[in-house]
């Protein structure tokens, strides 16, 4: 196990924090369960009423985390339902709802998603919003990243909205073509927008695929958030350095830190390595792309 180092924002190299939104800035990974469970219980339910067959319910602690969790809503769907031996049409976009094809599925779970949202709001992760506003505070701008087309209505319904200067979505992914993580071209769009080369920004990521994109788009910090018990997999996919919360993380630079804020880098402590050479970026995308061929 890697010792970890005390993470330290230093704004004399950083100008732009990035940060990924489902489990950095919203607790949403569990609405995103509530709403699979709502959808498979009730296909399950009604398949087994009409042909028997496995009605056993979805298990948010075992079925989300195996089948689901990180993956497309189209993946998700798919895998969840291979492993109880259904197989559907993959159906198409314009599908109704009410249809039984993997398409269909999807906008029922988006649905109830954003049933949820829009009835009951999304937490944001009260460290997370302690450190943009200790961030924006400093002088330093925010940009939210997701892969999600729910992005802004999410993050409007978690009342932070206004903390970020540039959103870039699934809306705006699609719309320029932009691959998904792990490639680097979501955090890459929002640095353009920001007008700053990537490695004067730091990404804050909670995702394997999300910190492996910022190792690999050479931003200048890759800050893992572990919310689970990853820490390893974060660092070996790409992080600098990995927190449990972002309580952990001190700012240093351009004046000091509030009596809300998190505290300023005290002396003694170890400050993390910023990016300056290409070697170990190298080496770590090497060993990921060995770990996959496998
Ligand atoms: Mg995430």
Redesign the pocket.
């Known amino acids: 196990m890697r010792e970890r180092q005390p993470p330290v924002l230093d704004l004399a190299r950083v100008d732009v924090v990035i940060f990924?939104?489902?489990?950095?800035v919203t607790d949403t990974a569990r609405v995103h369960a509530a709403a699979w469970k709502c959808t498979f219980d009730a296909f399950l339910r009604a398949r087994a009423a009409r042909e028997g067959g496995d009605t056993r319910p979805f298990e948010v602690h075992d079925d989300y985390l195996r089948y689901v969790d990180?993956r497309s809503r189209l993946d998700g769907a798919r895998g969840f339902l291979a492993s109880r031996g259904i197989t559907l049409p993959e159906g198409d976009p314009d599908d109704d709802p009410a249809l039984e094809t993997v398409h269909a599925i999807g906008k029922r779970k988006d649905a109830y998603f954003l049933d949820q949202v829009r009835g009951h709001g999304v937490a944001p992760f009260r460290f997370t919003v302690a450190l943009i506003r200790e961030l924006r505070r400093r002088g330093v701008r925010t940009a939210a990243v997701?892969a999600s087309r729910n992005c802004g209505e999410v993050l409007t319904a978690s009342g932070v909205r206004d903390m970020f200067d540039v959103m870039v979505d699934g809306v705006e992914a699609a719309r320029l073509g932009l691959p998904g993580k792990p490639h680097p071209a979501l955090f890459q769009e929002a640095t353009r927008r920001l007008g700053v080369p990537p490695l004067r920004a730091a990404v804050v990521?909670?995702?394997l695929a999300?910190v492996e994109a910022g190792r690999r788009g050479g931003f200048g910090l890759v800050v893992g958030v572990d919310r689970g018990a990853q820490a390893e997999a974060l660092y070996e996919h790409g992080a600098d350095v990995v927190v449990s919360d972002l309580e952990e993380v001190r700012i240093r630079g351009r004046s000091g830190s509030g009596p809300s804020g998190p505290p300023a880098a005290g002396a003694g402590q170890t400050e993390v390595a910023y990016r300056e050479r290409s070697t170990r970026h190298e080496s770590v995308v090497t060993r990921v792309r060995l770990l996959r061929s496998v």
């Open positions: 990924d939104t489902d489990g950095v990180g997701s990521e909670d995702a999300g």
